[in-house]
């Protein structure tokens, strides 16, 4: 699974390298921590990498494409990357706020849109869920 991750991370950098100079060529001028965007990118990357280990490693091969799909919508929806977070009612707002997706795409937009320290709140919900869907698919992971 570490290999699978690592793997997912060497791809993962081709394609920043390669929209990096894109948005370059277009005008982008990023600010903050470039070492702050390589820690969400990474924490984000092993955490997204846990959960699709934890569906390929339980689920059928038929049903993890369509479960993926569907997740990736949800989280696409629900976790401000569509729809912002403020149009959901306070209450799912607190909980959509702790999801991967929110966690990346806030931090990766405060650092580089607006120029922020390094986001400790956003790493550390990575982290968590980088650790527990890495833990949890090594645990129930089936080889078949």
Not at 53 to 56: E, I, K, P, R
């Given at each position: 699974m570490t290999a699978k991750?690592?793997?997912v991370l060497v791809t993962e950098v081709l394609q920043v390298v390669l929209l990096t100079v894109i948005a370059f060529a277009l005008g982008w001028?990023?600010?903050g921590n470039p070492f702050a965007v390589v820690l969400l990118l990474v924490l984000g990357t092993a955490a997204f990498s846990g959960l699709g280990?934890?569906?390929?490693g339980?689920?059928?091969a038929e049903a993890t494409l369509g479960a993926a799909n569907l997740v990736f919508l949800l989280l696409l929806v629900g976790g401000g990357v569509i729809v912002p977070l403020e149009k959901f009612p306070p209450g799912a707002q607190d909980v959509l706020a702790l999801l991967p997706i929110s966690a990346l795409s806030d931090g990766l937009r405060d650092v580089l849109r607006h120029g922020a320290a390094m986001p400790w709140g956003d790493l550390g919900i990575?982290?968590?869920w980088a650790a527990l869907g890495l833990a949890a698919a090594g645990r129930f992971f089936r080889w078949e």
């Open positions: 991750t690592l793997a001028s990023p600010h280990l934890l569906m390929a339980t689920l059928r990575l982290a968590v």
